[in-house]
């Protein structure tokens, strides 16, 4: 099974995954963890150039970008871990460049699609767990945690709604995506992932 966790910046996605993967691993069950921009050697090196606030990338290049990294780590960790049955979490996926590279950025959803279907050969999560805050706290959680240097956290205001907005169109749209409350305390958010992630696991 693939799992994938998704949100704005500090909606608390990779700590609820790394609490998850504790669980799993407790439970016994064999897993590969990984995320996006990265999870390679070469996808490290792309996500370098994809954070990097001094560089000026065009909403397609970004799209490629990550992209070239996404097809890197389905090749060489995601596809074949999931050949073996293991159980996958990731920290991003198509998602992600859907509402930021497609609602953020303003492209063509169809044309985004297009390239992370072609990156990916169609391999999407079986479940996809949506951690969904609003602007204001995420604002405030990467003020708290002094991590703002990240190129796409610059962005204006306008964008991160877009990008909030269209995580939320998504899973209006696709059964795939369990959107979870993530305002509430640590506990809350992560009782509401193990059970979404039991029920799909039956």
Do not use: W
Not at 112 to 139: F, K
Not at 154 to 168: I, N, P, S, T
């Amino acid at each position: 099974m693939f799992i994938s966790f998704e949100g704005i910046e500090g909606s608390g996605k990779s700590t609820l995954l790394s609490a998850v993967e504790a669980t799993l691993r407790k439970e016994g069950r064999d897993l590969v963890v990984t995320r996006e921009p990265g999870g390679t050697p070469a996808g490290d090196a792309i996500r370098r150039v994809f954070i990097e606030p001094h560089f000026e990338l065009s909403p397609m290049a970004e799209t490629l970008l990550v992209n070239a990294s996404r097809a890197q780590l389905v090749a060489d960790v995601i596809g074949p871990a999931l050949e073996h049955g293991k159980l996958v979490l990731c920290d991003r996926y198509v998602d992600s460049s859907l509402a930021y590279q497609g609602y953020g950025r303003q492209q063509s959803l169809d044309a985004v699609r297009a390239i992370c279907n072609a990156a990916t050969g169609g391999l999407m999560p079986d479940l996809t767990l949506l951690i969904d805050v609003s602007y204001e706290t995420s604002r405030e959680r990467l003020h708290r945690r002094g991590n703002t240097d990240d190129r796409l956290e610059k962005m204006e205001e306008a964008f991160h709604r877009r990008a909030r907005a269209g995580f939320l169109e998504l899973a209006k749209a696709d059964p795939r995506i369990v959107v979870i409350d993530g305002e509430p305390s640590e506990e809350r958010v992560y009782a509401s992932a193990v059970d979404a992630i039991a029920r799909a696991l039956k």
